[in-house]
């Protein structure tokens, strides 16, 4: 599991409101776009500065490009760094706190220890 780059995919997408909206009209292309061209990039570098070994696990992109945030969870990314993406992206489609209540109500089953989201 490369909790690492799973973590770096939210952040990075969360902080451009331009992603943001392509990864909740297309989230499978933008996943397989970001992964090609994003992934290597260090973030705070000039874009010659990249590495070219990253790439998602497979339950990894598929959590990512299904939307399937009680997985990612499940895999160990970074709760806060979920949360605040799927809101931007999802709370427009519910009443006032509704997503994150959803977002509790679908993470529910879990129970501590909750999966560790150290990287």
Do not use: N
């Not at 990314?77 to 997503?99: S, V």
């Not at 959803?102 to 990287?119: C, G, M, V």
């Amino acid at each position: 599991m490369s909790k690492y780059l799973v973590d770096k995919f939210l952040y990075t997408v969360d902080r451009d409101p331009q992603l943001v909206e392509r990864y909740r009209a297309d989230p499978r292309g933008t996943v397989q776009w970001w992964e090609t061209e994003r992934a290597g990039s260090i973030l705070g570098c000039v874009h010659a500065e990249a590495t070219t070994w990253l790439e998602f696990a497979p339950v990894e992109r598929e959590a990512l490009a299904t939307h399937d945030y009680p997985k990612l969870f499940e895999l160990g990314a970074h709760p806060f760094l979920t949360l605040t993406l799927f809101i931007a992206m999802f709370e427009r489609d519910h009443e006032p706190l509704g997503f994150q209540q959803e977002y509790a109500r679908r993470l529910a089953h879990f129970t501590l220890p909750y999966p560790d989201y150290s990287t």
